[in-house]
């Protein structure tokens, strides 16, 4: 059984950095895609980054600049790294798993985080 599970989220300060992990179950990591997904209260569910099964990784342009991504295969995690969080960056955050054979797809259940100004 397939399981993400997110950790992380909380109110900081503008100009703060938070880290974000999803902890994975049931899964290779090398076999797949994994995303951070965010969305705020009336918006729709937007890209924040994208990391592929070869390492190379791509951000929505909200956050290029400011967010990494990685992945840990060995201790099955992937993470977000978020510097410079501004107000606008509030939102829940979701981790995303595309299974590269089965096109499967797979959400945590979110984690908030809240950025004061």
């Known amino acids: 059984q397939v399981q993400l599970v997110e950790s992380g989220g909380g109110l900081v300060q503008a100009g703060d950095s938070l880290r974000l992990s999803c902890g994975t179950s049931?899964?290779?990591?090398?076999?797949?895609?994994m995303a951070w997904f965010r969305q705020a209260p009336g918006k729709e569910r937007e890209l924040v980054a994208r990391?592929?099964?070869?390492?190379?990784?791509n951000f929505g342009d909200s956050v290029k600049g400011r967010f990494t991504i990685s992945a840990d295969h060995a201790k099955k995690m992937v993470y977000l790294r978020m510097n410079s969080l501004k107000p606008e960056d509030t939102a829940v955050y979701y981790c995303?798993?595309?299974?590269?054979?089965?096109?499967?797809?797979?959400w945590g259940q979110g984690t908030q985080v809240t950025v004061s100004s």
């Open positions: 990391i592929f099964s070869d390492g190379s990784t």
């Open positions: 049931g899964l290779t990591l090398s076999y797949q895609n």
């Open positions: 995303h798993v595309v299974q590269i054979v089965t096109r499967k797809e797979y």
